[in-house]
């Protein structure tokens, strides 16, 4: 897949290492929205920093275990999606996702989530896509409702992030409830 249409400005795309300078200016701009729930927020903010990170997805990918794609909206980098765990032989993965503050509330997530959990479900016969975010990160939780995941429950204080630790939810979709009828999309988008 070189690039996905997700609504008629928005695609998805291949995030590769080349574009290290142009993911470090997005993540850069988009920053004091994304440190709050971001543990790599600050490292990729700085092209080597940026490169690093997106070298260990290509990595990664080359072994078949994970990836990580962009959004864009017309030229310009939006956010994006990941797999940021991926187990093929127990059949778990986990999908992390982000946005530039702009790029919110137009449910490019949700429908770039979608075309991620169908690719791990119907392209590499995962069992279960798991999403994970802070008790307070009330917008993902709602991707993850809206994606039909249940929430499992809670790690207590398992995420230190800026001094604090934070309490993660664990929420997951199996294979055999995908997709759902309830799913959160509108089509009209
Ligand atoms: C988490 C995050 C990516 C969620 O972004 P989001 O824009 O709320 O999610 P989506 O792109 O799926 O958009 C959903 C919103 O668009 C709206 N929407 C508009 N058209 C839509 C459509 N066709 N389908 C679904 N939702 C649509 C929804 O109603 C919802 O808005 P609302 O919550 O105000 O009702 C974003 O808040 C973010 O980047 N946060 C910082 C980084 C972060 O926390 N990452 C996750 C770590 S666990």
């Given at each position: 897949m070189l690039s996905r249409s997700l609504t008629d400005d928005a695609e998805l795309r291949a995030l590769e290492p080349w574009r290290a300078p142009e993911f470090a200016a997005h993540v850069a701009a988009a920053q004091e929205h994304l440190l709050r729930w971001l543990p790599w927020g600050a490292s990729a903010a700085e092209v080597d920093g940026a490169e690093k990170l997106l070298q260990r997805y290509a990595d990664a990918q080359a072994r078949?275990?994970?990836?990580?794609?962009?959004?864009?909206?017309?030229d310009k980098l939006v956010g994006g999606v990941l797999f940021r765990v991926w187990d093929q032989a127990m059949g778990n993965c986990e999908l992390g996702v982000w946005l530039a503050p702009e790029a919110v509330g137009r449910g490019l997530i949700t429908r770039a989530s979608t075309e991620m959990?169908?690719?791990?479900?119907?392209?590499?016969?995962?069992?279960?896509?798991?999403?994970?975010?802070?008790?307070?990160n009330t917008r993902s939780s709602a991707v993850a409702r809206r994606l039909g995941m249940t929430k499992e429950g809670v790690l207590r204080e398992a995420a230190p992030l800026h001094g604090v630790r934070h309490d993660i939810e664990v929420w997951a979709v199996l294979a055999s409830e995908w997709p759902r009828s309830g799913l959160g999309i509108r089509p009209e988008a």
């Open positions: 078949g275990e994970g990836r990580i794609l962009g959004i864009w909206v017309g959990i169908d690719w791990a479900f119907r392209v590499r016969g995962m069992h279960r896509v798991e999403w994970r975010c802070a008790t307070g």
